[in-house]
């Protein structure tokens, strides 16, 4: 065991506001309910998100969608998730993460439901940015929960191990039931049902949790900060069609403007949406910079890949579902099972080894989809190998999420990475479109942008190699 995974299992122990005297289990608290049901809402989040990538062309068709505007039904909802991960975990921990949750998971199911009956594209993106925004909600408290009821290093780590995993089952799910229903609707029908559903068994089940700091909520943290996130996600998705246009270029000041007043916010405030003195850990920052590269390299990608293989091999919905999974059931097999390395690989090694797996699978898929190409079998190596990437990158960043915080800030923790890692996706998307629709071998440009930043999110994880093993404490 190195330096790291023996410091994080100690401030695991740690009991934090809440557990026991000795940091035993808390009172009240079922931890497999809780680690069911947070589990079961974040795989129908995952599924609500993927759900338009094998049925985009068919959604666009029924929306009249043109292909300018095709990003924006992938990236609502990434948009809705990176501009209220942070003030969603910050509000969970300080008010109440059973709460937070359970809003969260009616959230979804409603919006859900309103994406089903959308007739227009801003409809339908609206609808999108709604049910990420709810998710937000779930997938900050629910790390938050799980920390709560999981006290102890070993149990833990396997908690949250299984929390990556149905991360991963729900990006496999999601395409395979969009494809194998008739309609593209249907899918916002079952899952807005099913949201419903996991939302009224958490309110009998959960026991709440909190870590109060004894201050307002910080507003304007807020405000700032999702504005200059909705700034920057709107320029990156408007870019394609131009970086030089006056809109891009009012949206990236905006942003930059917006960032600014949110570090002079919260460099002042009482109890700040986010310590930024976090960013002096290097746990903290391992973290963010893994999930900011996953969402760059992995999710931006295979976000558009099944689109690019039905217009490529025209392979049906269900078709390209089903070899899409390949990628994804591997990838909830393996985070499933990367538990077990817990004690010999810390996770960032993990980080490294998932980044450079991605790289190679993706330099692997170079040709295939080049003109004239007409079978997907040279996909299933790189699927094989992106696979067991992401299913390692999946199983150790919500264990670093958790322990790159102090005690009782699991929440935040969970959505300041989650935050960036949805930032990273919805650039990642845009620049996956832009590139992979420009002509002259535009899916080799692309694939060869996501090897690189895979390569630089495995290179950025290893420079923490002596900060994280030099046994400097909290």
Avoid: K
């Amino acid at each position: 065991m190195d330096r790291f995974t023996e410091r994080t299992v100690e401030q695991a122990t740690e009991p934090a506001p809440g557990q026991g005297p000795e940091g035993g289990r808390p009172p009240g608290v079922n931890p497999r309910a809780t680690l069911a049901l947070t589990s079961a809402a974040t795989a129908l989040a995952l599924m609500t998100y993927t759900a338009p990538m094998v049925t985009l062309a068919d959604t666009a068709a029924d929306l009249h969608t043109p292909q300018s505007a095709q990003a924006w039904l992938l990236n609502g909802t990434p948009l809705g998730l990176a501009a209220l991960l942070l003030v969603a975990g910050t509000l969970a921990d300080d008010h109440g993460r059973r709460r937070v949750f359970l809003l969260g998971t009616l959230g979804l199911g409603l919006t859900t439901l309103l994406g089903a009956a959308a007739g227009t594209t801003w409809q339908f993106t609206l609808a999108r940015v709604a049910q990420g925004a709810a998710s937000a909600a779930l997938l900050a408290s629910a790390l938050g929960l799980i920390a709560h009821a999981f006290p102890d290093a070993r149990g833990r780590v396997r908690a949250t191990g299984t929390w990556g995993a149905f991360v991963s089952g729900g990006i496999a799910v999601g395409p395979l039931l969009s494809g194998a229903l008739p309609h593209w609707r249907w899918v916002y029908l079952v899952l807005g049902a099913g949201a419903l559903v996991v939302a009224g068994l958490g309110l009998r089940t959960l026991t709440e949790s909190r870590s109060p700091r004894g201050a307002r909520p910080d507003l304007l943290g807020a405000v700032t900060f999702a504005s200059a996130l909705v700034a920057l996600i709107a320029a990156l998705t408007l870019g394609r069609d131009g970086w030089l246009r006056a809109p891009v270029g009012w949206l990236l000041l905006a942003a930059v403007v917006s960032a600014g007043a949110f570090v002079v916010v919260e460099r002042r405030v009482r109890a700040p949406m986010i310590d930024l003195s976090l960013l002096r850990r290097p746990e903290f920052r391992v973290s963010s910079a893994g999930g900011l590269f996953m969402g760059l390299a992995v999710i931006g990608l295979f976000s558009f890949l099944p689109t690019v293989m039905q217009r490529t091999f025209g392979l049906s919905p269900l078709m390209t579902a089903l070899l899409f999974l390949l990628w994804s059931g591997l990838s909830f097999t393996v985070a499933l099972q990367a538990r077990h390395l817990s004690g010999r690989v810390s996770p960032r090694h993990q980080l490294a080894i998932g980044f450079v797996l991605h790289l190679v699978g993706v330099l692997t898929m170079l040709g295939a989809f080049a003109p004239g190409a007409d079978s997907w079998a040279r996909l299933l190596p790189g699927l094989v190998l992106g696979g067991v990437g992401g299913g390692l990158l999946n199983a150790a960043l919500p264990l670093l999420a958790v322990e790159s915080v102090p005690a009782g800030r699991a929440a935040m923790g969970s959505g300041a990475q989650q935050t960036v890692r949805y930032v990273g996706s919805c650039a990642g998307v845009a620049l996956t479109i832009a590139l992979g629709t420009a002509s002259g071998g535009g899916m080799d440009v692309a694939l060869l942008v996501s090897a690189g930043l895979a390569g630089l999110g495995a290179l950025s994880v290893g420079r923490g190699r002596r900060a994280l093993t030099s046994g400097a404490g909290r």
